[in-house]
Every structure is written in structure tokens, then in C-alpha cells.
């Protein structure tokens, strides 16, 4: 036997160690703020959720989230007026997956299936909520593997052509944020600082040559002791973003990126009673990939074939769309009017909906724009507003089906800004870029080895002897088969040869059989 020749290609990708969806029922209650009507009909329920936390334990994933609900309703007064409500409910669940350890890689994604609101028979301002969730959780890990590209001459092959996601190179870099913000207007004062909690999440990233740059948000939620005679209990709430790049060697602009962010640490201490100080260690992760079209070889006849099994994304296909949007409005109050625009900052685009239909993504989203503009008053004072603009497109994928996965990513090439009068009109370019994948699951090929041939037997006169260079797998019996002798003339010709003893390139005696009379 001897291993052949044959053309190898390595892959980086991220093995997948094993996935699962399972349901959670989040119950909470709802209260209608102090400043709203008594709810007389609910006329609908905008609900989403999104995953917080997502942690591995041996063969398990713990997931951290929040349900959000946009209640719109009818009020209970004779005026019957319109209102809405904004509610958040936490949850925590875990999904059982087989295989997965700490240090892995894991995504998540977790969709509502369906909800129900009833009115709380002890209290007509408050509603119990059920909401059943859809949990799913993936668990990778990269490795590498050198895969069979081309079948070995002397062997038949079948070979599959697969797209797959192959890791340019994986970086890892802890950053510190740090964040100093008053306590809010309509919260008193902090005695003591009893429990901090921390989340974070990557709004944009970009990938520039050598190099990936981040963008993302960082959300306290701190429960203090309040400065006040009776000491209550209270919870305040910060949000604010954090940039930074990692040095990802190889990396080029056209490529992908994957960025996921760990939060280490996070340290909360009193500047003063009405102002706060924020350190928080991340750990970022970029994973930048490109996607590889491989021809990898799955069935070997006629030779020995060592198989590995590839679990990984298999792309079906992706394809970029571009987006123009326009929004005029005016100042909101009690904003003043604009005499001048200073700066248009885009402070995030959020994917809010994705959608998977037959050779198609239908996507919804909204950018978050922030303006910085000098006030139409007399002493000129400059302001920030926002604007969050909605977006609805599709981009074509040839292949796609409902229940295959997508990755989107959205980010805005141009935008401008201009005072029409009292309004405000801005316009941008957005370039929205979808990948569908499903995972695959296929034995390929990493080496074969190819039987050596059996040389031809050289002609041999009646009476004469052949010398003969022993070969792998040689016995007595084999070479009498070949030559048409004996096992005892054999061992005749070889006086001291031990016949379970033979070696490789060891030189025999063959006799020639005699001549058939």
C-alpha cells in the first residue's frame, strides 16, 4: 500500500459541535404607568425579543434576555382616546446542547411564537403576560482540516462541490470602557451601590485591511440604596457606546466579520452622591471569514480512505442590495428650530426583522441618526436630536428556503442633511448584505492511500531460480500462487529464511517450476 499523491486544500471554519431549539414560557405582569388611562380594550401587541447573555456550561447554554412589548389601546375614558404602553420583561432559560464546553463559540437567536394578555382580576391596571419563546443556540469551534480536492490516480471518486465559510483569521482583545454620568434628574441621590448588572452588544463593525473596527453600547442596570431619610431601594438605567478596533492580520475590506463581545468585569463607585463612575472590561472576538468554494471528495472505491465528518455552514448564497432613504421632519419638541447643521453621526443600524422566503430575504431595520445643529434662537445655542428612519428590502438568493439561516449586515455609505424652512430632510445610502447557510453535515475525504501493484512475474525457465526482493504483504504461500511452485520448493531454495519472518526488500529464491509434460 502507499499513500498517493493528491491535492489537499486547508479549511478554517467552525466546526459545529451541535445545535438545538427548544421553547421557554416567559410570565410576567404589566402595569399601566401612573400617567396613562385605565385600559379599556387592547387593540395590539408589537412584541420582540432579543438575547442579552449567552453562557456555556457542560453540555448546556444558559440564555439571558428581554421581551419587549408595545401595548397600543383604547383608554377608558369617554373621549376613548389612543394610547400605548412600553413594557420589558426578562427572562432566563437554557437549552440542553450535547457536546458544548466553555471556551466554545456560541449564536443564538430567539423569535416569539405567540403571547396572551389578561386583564389581572385583583387589579384592573395590571395584566398578566405569557409569551412562548423560540429559543435557538448554536455551539462552534474552529478547526482546521486539510480536505481532499482532487481524487488520487488509481482510485474512484465521487466529489461535491460545497460553499463554505473559511476563517481568514481569528483575533481576541480585553478593552476598558469606562463611563462617568449623573444620576437622573428624577432619581435621588446614591447612598450605596447594592448590585450592578452588565450587558453589551456590537452595533456596527467594519472590516479595513489588517484591521476590524467596532462599534457598540454598553447597558448598566443599578440597584441602589437611595440618599434619603427612609433609605429606599432604587433601580436607574445607562446606556452608552464604545468604539475600538482589533489588529485581525490578513483581514481585507470585501471580507466578513463576525464580533462577539464578552463582558469580563465591571466595576460601579460614587464620584459624588449625584454622579457615578462606570469601568467595564470587555472581551471582544472577531472571527474574519470569506467565503470558499471548495470541491471536497466524500466516496473513495478502490483504496484505502481516512474520512473526517464536517458539521459547518454550508452557504447557500449572498448577494448585497443598496437602499436609498429620505425623511423629512420636523424639530420635535421642545427641541428649538435649526438655523445651522452642524454634524450627522449614524449611530447605529439594528436589523429588527429578517425573513426567509423562496430565493429571497425580506429585511426590516431602522438607523439611528443623531444631528448636531445650531438652534434658530438668539444666543445660537447648539442641540442634538435624534431620528431613527425605518427600512423595508429584499435581496435575491438563488437557493434560499424557509427554516435556513441568515446573516445580515447593514451599513450606511453616504448620508447628508439639509434645512428646508423648519424641517429637516436627511437622505443616505444604505448597503444591506445577506448570507443564507445551512448547517451541513458531510464525511469527507483528508487522505487516501492507494494499493500498491503487484508486480508482473518476470518469465521463468524450467530449472532456473529467481531472485526476488521480498514486497508488503509477501508470503510463501502468495509467491508459490504467483509462480506456480511450491511452499516446500520455496523453502527449499531458502535454506534459513524463516517464513513468518520475512522483511521487506529481503532478496529471495524463487525456483521455476518445471516443464508441464
Not at 280 to 304: C, G, I, P, S, Y
Not at 438 to 453: I, R
Amino acid at each position: 500500500m502507499a499513500t498517493s499523491a493528491v491535492t489537499t486544500e486547508r479549511l478554517r471554519v467552525h466546526q459545529v459541535i451541535n445545535e438545538n431549539t427548544q421553547q421557554t414560557v416567559v410570565r410576567g405582569k404589566v402595569t399601566v404607568p401612573e400617567a396613562k388611562p385605565d385600559v379599556d380594550k387592547i387593540l395590539s401587541t408589537d412584541k420582540a425579543a432579543k438575547i442579552k447573555k449567552l453562557e456555556i456550561v457542560p453540555d448546556k447554554v444558559i440564555v439571558e434576555g428581554t421581551l419587549t412589548l408595545q401595548i397600543v389601546y383604547v383608554a377608558f375614558d369617554p373621549a376613548q382616546a389612543v394610547h400605548h404602553m412600553h413594557v420589558q420583561l426578562p427572562f432566563t432559560t437554557f437549552v440542553d446542547v450535547p457536546g458544548a464546553q466553555p471556551g466554545m463559540e456560541v449564536q443564538g437567536k430567539v423569535t416569539v411564537e405567540d403571547i396572551n394578555i389578561i386583564r389581572s382580576r385583583e387589579d384592573a391596571r395590571q395584566f398578566d403576560v405569557a409569551a412562548v419563546l423560540s429559543v435557538f443556540v448554536k455551539v462552534t469551534q474552529i478547526q482546521e482540516v486539510d480536505v481532499l480536492t482532487q481524487c488520487p490516480a488509481g482510485a474512484t471518486c465521487k466529489t461535491e462541490m460545497i460553499k463554505v465559510a473559511h476563517v481568514v483569521a481569528s483575533k481576541t482583545k480585553q478593552v476598558i470602557v469606562s463611563h462617568d454620568f449623573h444620576v437622573p434628574e428624577e432619581k435621588p441621590a446614591v447612598d450605596k451601590i447594592l448590585e450592578v448588572m452588565v450587558s453589551a452588544e456590537i452595533t456596527n463593525k467594519r472590516v479595513l485591511k489588517n484591521k476590524v473596527i467596532v462599534d457598540g453600547q454598553v447597558t448598566l442596570e443599578i440597584l441602589y440604596v437611595a440618599l434619603e431619610p427612609d433609605q429606599p431601594v432604587h433601580q436607574l438605567h445607562r446606556t452608552f457606546s464604545f468604539s475600538d478596533f482589533i489588529e485581525v492580520p490578513g483581514a481585507e475590506p470585501e471580507m466578513d466579520v463576525r464580533v462577539d463581545v464578552r463582558v469580563e468585569s465591571a466595576d460601579v463607585e460614587q464620584i459624588r452622591p449625584d454622579r457615578l463612575r462606570a469601568d467595564v472590561v470587555l472581551m471582544l472576538t472577531a472571527n474574519v471569514f470569506e467565503t470558499k468554494q471548495v470541491n471536497v471528495v466524500t466516496e473513495v472505491a478502490d483504496a484505502h480512505a481516512m474520512m473526517v465528518m464536517l458539521k459547518i455552514d454550508h452557504v447557500i448564497g449572498e448577494d448585497t442590495t443598496q437602499v436609498v432613504l429620505r425623511d423629512t421632519f420636523e424639530t420635535p419638541e421642545p427641541k428649538p428650530e435649526v438655523d445651522k447643521i452642524l454634524n450627522i453621526t449614524v449611530e447605529k443600524v439594528e436589523i429588527t426583522e429578517t425573513r426567509i422566503l423562496k430565493n429571497k430575504v425580506i429585511i426590516r431595520g431602522d438607523v439611528i441618526v443623531q444631528v448636531v445643529y445650531v438652534a434658530a434662537l438668539e444666543d445660537q445655542p447648539v442641540h442634538a436630536l435624534h431620528r431613527k428612519i425605518p427600512f423595508r428590502t429584499f435581496v435575491e438568493i438563488p437557493g434560499a428556503e424557509e427554516g435556513m439561516e441568515v446573516d445580515v449586515r447593514a451599513t450606511v455609505e453616504f448620508i447628508t442633511a439639509d434645512k428646508e424652512g423648519c424641517n429637516i430632510t436627511l437622505e443616505l445610502v444604505l448597503k444591506v448584505t445577506a448570507r443564507v447557510f445551512e448547517t451541513l453535515q458531510k464525511e469527507v475525504a483528508v487522505e487516501v492511500t492507494v494499493p500498491t501493484p503487484a508486480p508482473t512475474p518476470p518469465v521463468c525457465a524450467p530449472g532456473e531460480v529467481i531472485r526476488y526482493p521480498v514486497q508488503p504483504g509477501d508470503t510463501f504461500f502468495k509467491l508459490a500462487q504467483r509462480y506456480g511452485t511450491t511452499v516446500e520448493a520455496i523453502m527449499q531454495a531458502n535454506p534459513g529464511v524463516s517464513p513468518e519472518n520475512l522483511q521487506v526488500g529481503q532478496v529471495i529464491n524463487i525456483p521455476c517450476p518445471p516443464a508441464k509434460g
